[in-house]
């Protein structure tokens, strides 16, 4: 059964890693490929995917996951500091939230729809959850990196002159 579910990380990670396109401020690519291969490894487990689903499921959260991020950039409205704008553009900043929002709904109406399609109606329930569970996983684990690599605890460098 552990060969069996190595096989299908190992199967899923490779083609999650083909479908990757590194733009200018993204990771290093062995950096994406190790945070993809732990997304397979953490969605796998939890939803407890089965080959079958797995093959399926993929390539449509793949998919999903990519409408995503490309909507999140269409709108990008990360940053903006209102306070600095004009009420003409806070009115514009306001509508593109909504639209950006409205968008990100339909969305996910959408894949949930196709999410039913190839996956029990629990597993589906979960997959948001899981994404955020994901990311805070994954933070968790940058810093725990972070720290043994700075040699300490939080906050404390290890002194390596002496």
């Not at 397979?40 to 939803?47: H, R, S, V």
Request: aromatic share 10%; with cysteine.
């Amino acid at each position: 059964m552990k060969k069996l579910f190595f096989g299908i990380i190992a199967w899923a990670a490779l083609s999650f890693c083909a479908n990757a396109q590194p733009g200018p401020d993204q990771l290093p690519p062995r950096a994406q490929e190790k945070i993809e291969a732990y997304k397979i490894a953490f969605f796998t487990e939890k939803l407890q995917l089965t080959p079958d689903e797995s093959k399926d499921f993929w390539p449509l959260y793949n998919q999903y996951d990519d409408e995503m991020e490309s909507l999140k950039n269409k709108y990008n409205l990360d940053g903006k500091r209102v306070e600095l704008m004009s009420d003409k553009e806070v009115e514009d900043f306001i509508n593109q939230h909504l639209n950006a929002e409205e968008q990100r709904v339909k969305l996910q109406r959408d894949y949930v729809e196709r999410f039913k399609k190839i996956l029990p109606i629990r597993k589906v329930a979960m997959l948001q959850r899981l994404d955020r569970e994901f990311k805070m996983a994954l933070l968790d684990e940058i810093k725990k990196r972070r720290e043994a690599r700075q040699g300490g605890a939080p906050g404390t460098r290890k002194n390596r002159g002496n």
